[in-house]
């Protein structure tokens, strides 16, 4: 299906009443994703068409019982809807959402069978901030760019908004995938944050699925449900920022990352990005990551990011970096909020002839409707479409989403620990606790990795007490059953130094600090010293040993 081109298509929710099968007309295919096909569309009462509107169709996934894949749209939907509600402001604004029979031709029968998801928003005029700064979009001398600063401050009123709401009961949002190609930047120089399909309420029991986006999404996204929270949000943030000042991901494959150690395995995240333009500038550098740290704990708070945006653009001013189509002053003629209401010039970048197509779609969509074409209304016999049920069906992790241009929503899934589900605790507080959200475990298989990493310290350890023993061994007297159980003695309290240092660092390294542990080196090191210390004193009980030592301190002497 082209982009852009002229669709003769309707769809609308499953009624008694003919018409609202054809409620919406779809007339220009925008985009598509791993779980949803995005139209440009009208909505028709009485033959009127309204202004242009962005409907998502959702694709269910055979693979996947229905019942799953209806209820995580269902919790996004949800969400936006609730943030709509409350004002939020800087985000896309929900219109409808129900469940009917995929698009279809008008005068044709819907298709029979289950009815799908859809989502109705407010089609915004612009382009997503990844194709902006990929189009260099403000590099023509004297064009108006971007205000970088009033784009970021906004997106951080966005999430202090949805991670601390105002109001009295309202339960904190997490948006789950903030990036570069989920932020609209409009005609006006205004942003919006869009794509809320993946977004869920900040209790345990609503994050069933945990959208991971390689280059830009946080590492605790592969630690389970109860490591996300609002740290996740601010990481996707200084992705963001990221792509602002450098035009590039923060994360890349750490298989091509060239500055690890040559016997450590890439973790199963993307590592941070050694950029060769940061390289130059340490302290702009440093600044970047600090919301991108590994540890959510590292990372500042939502309501200090508006601050962090103020000591970034005095850093950008400074640093002499090349221009990617954003503008780093802090002036009125930056503050996009400013640009509501006003006759202002649009954002250079963000024309891409859409108002023209806008106009022609709907001339020729006028002549469709009255010209020799097929009639607007041709209402068909109604058809049965029902939506399965969804009680008594357990949640599994969710499929892939797609935002407002289709652009998937993510393009890996990081898999949630099953967890039996809390007893009901009432409303999330509204500052969560930091230090529950700083702590940090790798998955399974990557926990097995590091045990092996250090193994050398252990093996030598061993070599040397089994050496000294045999000796001791050898110069015993009588049975070798006594000193065998007396080295399987030794062996079993090594690993329990093993054990006990690994818990250890455990409770402090991971839950305290919230520092992943790259390696087990220390306890192999520690439990090689044990061993070591055991083999020497065999060696001390050696008759022979024991001459020779003293003959020497006696000669030193």
Known sequence: MTQGALLDLVCGPASPLPETFQRYRLVAHLGSGGQADVYRAVRVCGGVTSAPMTVKVFRVDPQRPVADELRSWDKGDAALMDLNNRGVQGICRRADGFYGPPPYRPGERPAPGDAV???????????????????????????RRLGAVSALRTLAVVLQNLHEPQQGGATPVLHMDVKPSNVMVLATGEVRLIDFTGARYFREEEITQIAYTPESGGPEAFG????????????????????????????????SDQGGPPDASPPPWNVLRRHPLLERVPALRDHLHAPLADSPGDRPPTRDLQRWVSDLADLVRRSGLPDVGCDWRESEATETGRAVGRARPSISGTETDAYQRIERLERELVQLRSGGGTAFYQPAPPVSVSAPPVSGVPVSPG???????????????????????PEPTGMMPV?????????????RGERARQLKIGWEYTGTGAVIAFICWGLWALDSEGSLTGPFIAFLVVLAVAVG?????????????????????????GAHALTGLFLAAA????LREVSYFVSVYQWVKDLIG
């Open 535 to 538: 083999g020497i004193a065999y």
């Open 399 to 421: 499929g892939v989403a797609v935002n407002a241009e289709g652009v998937p929503q993510m393009r890996g899934r990081a898999k949630v620990i099953p967890r039996p589900a």
């Open 224 to 255: 389970g449900v109860k490591y996300v929270g609002p740290a996740y949000d601010v990481h996707g943030f200084g992705a963001v920022a990221y792509f602002m000042v450098t035009g590039a991901y923060p994360r890349v494959d750490g298989r």
């Open 431 to 443: 500052e969560p606790d930091e230090s529950r959200l700083a702590r940090y475990t790798p998955p």
């Open 117 to 143: 998801p859809y989502q109705v928003y407010d089609y915004l005029h612009g382009v997503n901030l990844r194709e902006y700064v990929a189009q260099r979009a403000g590099a023509a001398p004297g064009a």
């Open 497 to 521: 130094v093993f054990a006990l240092t690994r818990l250890l660092g455990r409770l402090l390294l991971e839950q305290r600090l919230g520092r992943p542990r790259r390696s087990a080196r």
